[in-house]
């Protein structure tokens, strides 16, 4: 067409400028990194590429990863950690489905768990679980749905629909919509429906509704299969279309490297939880940089037939763990993998007529991994002898604390973005102590830098004190949330002693309030890095 | 061209009335697949054709005629009434189905960007034109398309004077409304076509009544396909339809079977539809109607072959659901803006010639915004009111069906008109809706489509599909 209009194109793009585009829709499948990036018809001006945000983040505490483990269904406590001190009660209330004495595993003189669980026994022994009692939260609700959505949102209010991982996310990643980063921050396994991960404004996992779907995701580097469409006017256009899709869906191909980057770990079994454990392995062994996953066991809402049912489940999800942190063992990364289990809620303790349970309140919360550095308990156990008018348990632990306290104590969270993520409870904190105090990357004595280093927020920028022992040639570097460089690297060579040093000059950056990096490298060898919030 | 007549493997359903809804108004509710299922593809054809050429024309505003002085003298910007006709054009699709779906094909056949042309009056005037020519004759809508203001300032045809002439009107004239580039004219018959239809750059006061000024049009001698004669713009189209008639029926046919069957033309369809278009002396409306009750249209090889437009796509879901959306929300500001970030802002098009459609919709730009705004609109009907989607569920396959599998069949069929989906894509459709709802509720009957869970359920469900690539066909 020759007689187009003069400055047809030039206008055209201007008139497409973002500024009234309404984001408040939400991502389900997210990962779109697309959804961020510019382009106009063929012209396509270049998207802000982040290869350093793994880099900055791993170099701080990003290398801890957490795993979510949900099973689905209403897990039974009483069944899963037995109390030994109240025995008989225990017994009594379940003629047909308690565990007897001789098939429990003692974890100290008050507490056993059923033998089935004996794949775990060596991590409570080598004190790498940790088990927190009664965990549930006040007023009950019985239903899987609402509870739950309340387990997700931490809150009863319906009218709330974002999640703590995802309040949590959309706090910290202000520019996570226009920047999002180059690897997910969360994949989630199973259980699309869950709001874990949801914000307000988008959600913050890689979300698949099953492992098998993640698996051809890992292997081919494309969200759809692309072949045998047909060669018919529809085939062709339904190639278009996934062509286009995969393209557009580019955390496919970084899942695809971390995957290829891992070699397999052959011990794991050929069912559902041990295929999702598995691939998590590869992906944290591959180095994809994803700091959250969540994976799915479903079946425990055992109303009938309980024991046979809940040992299966039980069977599996320890040794689906014992195996997980031995492939991780090997290869140097278990103290760096937290798991957790969680359940919308605990069982009645009385039995019911058809050996199994009916749904109850609180229930114990798992945790697994080296890091933990001890075995032992958490909270106290809730009495079998006073009931409410159900018939179940009283929690002693809000599980908004635990939230908080894994925040806080494994990911190193901020107060403020802990804030954001636990709403409907104030938490308290358990006190892990998972070394986030920033110690755990400054005890080495025979350094030349000591003692602490430490941004401070002044009115015109950001200083970093620090003292070092012996004369090193010293380089600052500071990075945004997404891995960008933020001004000038400092590069010299400092005496020994206290220094001051201006990290931003926020008359020369103009930055928003929110969290950065500091990287500091003595004498191209030794690398500290820890965030700090810009107020 | 054969008739389509339902029979044997062929009954008439409600894909086939799913799909008539799709390529000739918006989608198709529920209700509207009840109404015709026991009636005839004919039937349905004619009560949609018939039904769009009754409607009357939308109401004109009270600045239909104001000139440019009126509209400075008003109070607001031209942006503002701008805005309030293109949500009133989201207003007439939502209403009007088949006879908007027309001034949409129409108005991307005669293009104007109201932007260039920068008259809200205009732009009214323009669209009262395409909506009552919509279903009328060929030649005339023509000759009035370029009478109208809009147009002749969108082409210059108000800068088309004697001595000083403009090309620009007379080249799209045939390029791109009558013949196809190239095809059947030369640039001598530019040159003395634009000599013709000079004359109309007279304002009766400024940006208001175009006339026709005698002083200023080229009275000499003009020759134009081979005729000669002190040819004025009636004349022009005498002409052109009386040498070129064979190449308007073809040109004009060809677009109007790709724009509603398929991107791949079927030369035997289209040359039974020029032949129709000829007999009936360029009338609009029953070339449409045999082209909709041919069999070669309900044919399945067609189906799902075109890349829906933005406006489908955004139309198209909220028609079909007919959802009750969130109060608070300007429904048809957010279509129009919507579709304008997803490439299609309506009364202007991305060029002179249109939107060219198919794959131009599609890149890594547009393509999550397409995800993100059908989500979108799922999202405002959920928090309005959730029940709906249950209530739904329940319409399309009963509330008796407990098979997941056929209970996903069904809503993807409906969604999708129906287009076959991968199985890996079909076992996660399944596993989505199976969702929070614990497996022991299937295995011992404690969950039906009358359960709670349902709403939820079928809103991941309806989630989920919107992000497949088959979903962004029609």
């Given at each position: 067409m020759k007689h187009r209009k003069p400055n047809e194109l030039h206008l055209k793009s201007h008139d497409r400028d973002h500024s009234h585009w309404d984001r408040r829709g939400f991502l389900?499948?997210?990962?779109?990194?697309?959804?961020g990036a510019i382009s106009f018809g063929n012209s396509s001006l270049s998207v802000v590429e982040s290869p350093l945000l793994n880099k900055a983040l791993s170099d701080a505490y990003s290398d801890r990863i957490l795993v979510l483990i949900r099973l689905k269904g209403g897990n039974d406590g009483l069944n899963t950690i037995v109390p030994l001190n109240e025995f008989d009660l225990y017994a009594n209330k379940r003629p047909q489905i308690h565990i007897p004495e001789n098939k429990l595993y003692k974890l100290n003189d008050n507490f056993a768990m059923p033998n089935f669980m004996n794949s775990v026994a060596p991590m409570w022994g080598e004190g790498a679980m940790k088990v927190i009692h009664g965990v549930g939260y006040e007023n009950q609700n019985l239903s899987h749905f609402k509870s739950s959505e309340i387990w997700a949102t931490t809150t009863p209010d319906s009218e709330i629909s974002s999640g703590w991982m995802g309040r949590y996310y959309e706090g910290k990643y202000t520019d996570y919509i226009n920047n999002p980063p180059e690897k997910p921050l969360a994949i989630q396994i199973g259980?699309?429906?869950?709001?874990?991960?949801?914000?307000d404004l988008t959600t913050y996992s890689f979300s698949v509704s099953s492992p098998q779907r993640l698996k051809r995701v890992a292997e081919?580097?494309?969200?759809?299969?692309?072949?045998?469409?047909?060669?018919?006017l529809h085939g062709q256009q339904v190639s278009f279309l996934r062509e286009a899709s995969n393209t557009t869906f580019r955390y496919a191909s970084v899942i695809n490297d971390a995957y290829e980057r891992s070699k397999a770990f052959d011990a794991y079994a050929d069912n559902n939880l041990d295929l999702q454990m598995s691939l998590v392995s590869r992906f944290i062994k591959g180095g994809l940089g994803t700091k959250v996953y969540m994976v799915s066991l479903g079946g425990f809402d055992t109303h009938a037939n309980q024991p046979t049912r809940h040992e299966a489940l039980m069977t599996r999800l320890t040794k689906a763990i014992q195996t997980f942190y031995k492939d991780l063992e090997d290869y140097g990364m278990a103290d760096k993998v937290l798991s957790m289990t969680f359940s919308e809620f605990g069982r009645r303790v009385a039995e019911n007529g058809s050996n199994g349970t009916d749904h109850g309140s609180a229930a114990p919360i798992m945790l697994f991994g080296p890091a933990l550095q001890g075995s032992g308990f958490i909270g106290k156990h809730p009495s079998?002898?006073?009931?409410?008018?159900?018939?179940n348990m009283t929690s002693g632990i809000d599980f908004r604390s635990v939230y908080a306290s894994v925040l806080t104590d494994w990911l190193c969270a901020d107060p403020v973005d802990v804030g954001n993520a636990i709403i409907g409870s104030k938490p308290d904190l358990l006190g892990l102590g998972l070394g986030c105090d920033g110690s755990e990357n400054l005890t080495m004595t025979d350094d030349p830098l000591m003692p602490l280093h430490a941004a401070v927020n002044a009115d015109q920028g950001v200083s970093l004190y620090l003292t070092i022992n012996e004369s090193s040639q010293v380089q600052i570097a500071v990075f945004d949330v997404l891995g960008r460089k933020i001004g000038n690297t400092i590069d010299s060579r400092l005496s020994s002693g206290r220094h001051n040093l201006s990290l931003i000059d926020l008359a020369a950056h103009d930055l928003p309030s929110g969290q950065y990096f500091y990287k500091i490298t003595v004498n191209k060898d030794k690398t500290y890095s820890k965030s700090f919030m810009l107020k | 061209m054969k008739p389509y007549t339902p029979s044997g493997k062929d009954q008439w359903n409600a894909e086939q009335i799913n799909l008539v809804f799709r390529r000739l108004g918006f989608g198709c509710s529920l209700s509207e697949i009840d109404l015709y299922l026991n009636s005839s593809p004919g039937a349905l054809i004619d009560d949609i054709v018939d039904g769009a050429s009754s409607i009357d024309v939308t109401p004109a505003p009270e600045w239909s005629q104001w000139d440019n002085k009126q509209f400075n003298n008003s109070g607001n910007n031209k942006n503002y009434y701008h805005t309030l006709w293109q949500k009133q054009a989201f207003k007439d699709i939502d209403n009007n189905g088949f006879r908007e779906r027309l001034s949409l094909f129409w108005s991307n056949h005669f293009v104007i960007e109201y932007k260039d042309v920068n008259q809200p009056a205009y732009l009214y005037q323009y669209y009262t034109l395409i909506q009552s020519h919509a279903l009328g004759n060929f030649k005339t809508f023509v000759s009035e398309m370029g009478l109208a203001p809009a147009m002749l300032r969108y082409l210059n045809g108000y800068d088309n004077k004697k001595n000083n002439p403009n090309e620009n009107y007379a080249r799209e004239l045939y390029e791109l409304f009558t013949l196809g580039e190239g095809n059947g004219y030369t640039q001598e018959d530019i040159t003395e076509t634009a000599r013709a239809l000079t004359g109309y750059n007279r304002y009766k006061t400024y940006l208001g009544v175009i006339e026709f000024n005698e002083t200023t049009f080229d009275k000499g001698s003009k020759t134009i396909f081979g005729r000669t004669g002190n040819w004025g713009y009636s004349d022009v189209i005498d002409i052109l339809f009386e040498e070129k008639k064979d190449l308007i029926a073809e040109f004009i046919c060809t677009k109007i079977y790709r724009y509603f069957v398929s991107p791949k033309v079927d030369s035997s369809i289209v040359s039974a539809m020029t032949k129709t278009i000829k007999e009936e002396d360029f009338e609009i409306l029953p070339v449409l109607k045999q082209l909709f009750k041919s069999e070669h249209f309900f044919d399945s090889v067609n189906n799902n072959v075109i890349i829906k437009s933005p406006i489908d796509l955004m139309l198209g879901l909220h028609h079909s659901l007919s959802f009750q959306y969130q109060d608070n929300v300007d429904l048809e500001l957010n279509m129009r803006n919507k579709c304008r970030d997803m490439g299609q802002e309506i009364f202007s098009p991305v060029d002179v010639a249109g939107w060219q459609g198919n794959h131009d919709w599609i890149n890594s730009e547009t393509l999550p915004k397409r995800w993100e705004f059908a989500d979108y609109l799922l999202i405002k009907y959920w928090q309005k009111n959730k029940n709906q989607f249950k209530t739904f569920i329940q319409d399309l396959v009963g509330t008796d069906e407990i098979d997941l599998r056929a209970i996903v069949t069904q809503l993807k069929d409906f969604m999708f008109c129906p287009c076959e989906i991968k199985e890996e894509e079909m076992t996660d459709a399944i596993n989505t809706f199976i969702g929070e709802v614990p497996e022991s509720y299937f295995e011992d009957g404690t969950w039906s489509l009358k359960s709670n869970s349902v709403s939820k359920q079928v809103y991941d469900l309806m989630r989920y599909l919107i992000t497949l690539p088959e979903f962004q066909l029609k």
């Open positions: 389900r499948t997210l990962g779109m990194a697309g959804a259980g699309g429906g869950n709001m874990v991960f949801d914000g081919n580097g494309t969200l759809y299969d692309n072949q045998n469409n047909g060669d018919h079998l002898s006073t009931l409410d008018k159900q018939g | -």
